[in-house]
């Protein structure tokens, strides 16, 4: 099992920038094997991708953040990246990440971005 510990959100006015972190651990933890993701959850919605990032560093984003957000990865620090800029409201949600492989998944839980018009 991977623990996923997010840090990195707050209040922040639309149009500026944030970047959150996870930090994975875990006993036998091999980090750079797990397709690593960011996923969001508003009030009212449902829980939806927002980018992932595969043991080859392959991106994926969904259209909404596109060109304003950038997923990465540090597997020397067993650690993932969320840089968002160009925050808009509609961007406030609680956002959580994921580890992800053959023997399925594990979620952190969750850090609040909110962002102000």
């Known amino acids: 099992q991977v623990q996923l510990v997010e840090s990195g959100g707050g209040l922040v006015q639309a149009g500026g920038s944030l970047r959150l972190s996870c930090a994975a651990s875990?006993?036998?933890?091999?980090?750079?094997?797990?397709?690593m993701g960011w996923y969001r959850q508003a009030p009212g919605n449902q829980r939806e991708l927002v980018a992932t990032?595969?043991?080859?560093?392959?991106?994926n984003y969904a259209d909404s953040v596109k060109g304003r957000f950038t997923i990465s990865r540090d597997n020397a620090k067993n650690t993932v990246y969320l840089q968002m800029s160009s925050l808009k409201p509609e961007d406030t949600a609680v956002y959580y990440c994921?580890?992800?492989?053959?023997?399925?998944?594990?979620w952190g839980q969750g850090t609040q971005v909110t962002v102000s018009s």
């Open positions: 990032i595969t043991d080859n560093s392959n991106t």
């Open positions: 994921n580890a992800r492989n053959i023997r399925g998944d594990s």
């Open positions: 875990g006993s036998s933890l091999r980090f750079r094997l797990y397709t």
